[in-house]
């Protein structure tokens, strides 16, 4: 059965304090690892999707990496507004995306 | 480029009754995919439409069902509401298709539809 498991489920981090979110996974045949953040009350919203093992992508504090069993989202220097959810997820076939129950982010001024 | 439209936001509905979510997705998107949020079991994919066919369900008993109309605009339908399926609806869309883009399989989330079953 298709798993995603991330850590920790919580973190909270001073503004500017860098640190990673891990999500592993057990799939039978990865189609792309995806995160996304979620607000309170909103929907998620997309951030990165990753293929391949050593793939690597960056926007703005953040910067996800994949290796065949893991994937982290380094955010490096964070402020307040970084605060949410962010979710990873991974697909397998047909757009079914297998979520994490996620990592909720506070980031304190 | 306007995002991934649900409608009702929010509903209220009681035990026994029940609910259509309408999905509109990003124009030029053909897969919609439904999924069912609660604190308790996260993110749960329900099933997903491609062209007004289904191609893939999640394990969710027959009260959930759907449907896709030509213009890819969605549909879900649940039937005689529990307490349990009180939880935030989701929405996604996507490209999908052949060929070599990937992107086709970056899927973009409405703002979901909110349901609580008394």
């Known amino acids: 059965e298709d798993q995603v498991t991330q850590s920790p489920e919580a973190l909270r981090l001073q503004e500017g304090e860098s640190s990673s979110l891990n999500c592993s996974y057990t799939v039978s045949g990865l189609r792309g690892l995806f995160w996304y953040r979620q607000d309170p009350g909103k929907g998620p919203e997309f951030l990165f999707t990753?293929?391949?093992a050593g793939e690597e992508k960056e926007k703005e504090r953040l910067k996800a990496t994949l290796t065949k069993k893991e994937s982290f989202l380094h955010i490096t220097a964070p402020k307040p507004e970084d605060s949410a959810t962010y979710l990873c997820a991974v697909s397998t076939g047909f757009q079914k995306l297998v979520f994490g129950t996620g990592t909720r982010l506070l980031v304190s001024p | 480029k306007a995002g991934v439209t649900q409608t009702p936001r929010y509903l209220i509905k009681t035990r026994g009754q029940q609910v259509t979510l309408s999905c509109s997705p990003i124009?030029?998107?053909?897969?919609v995919s439904w999924y069912q949020q609660t604190p308790g079991q996260g993110l749960q994919f329900l099933f997903e439409y491609f062209s007004e066919t289904q191609r893939n369900k999640g394990n969710f008993p027959g009260r959930f069902s759907g449907r896709q109309f030509s213009n890819s605009r969605s549909e879900m339908n649940v039937s005689t509401l529990e307490l349990g399926d009180s939880a935030l609806y989701l929405c996604a869309s996507s490209l999908f298709g052949s060929g070599a883009n990937r992107a086709y399989n970056e899927q973009f989330f409405g703002p979901g539809t909110r349901l609580t079953v008394l």
């Open positions: 124009s030029g998107h053909r897969s």
């Open positions: 990753l293929y391949s």
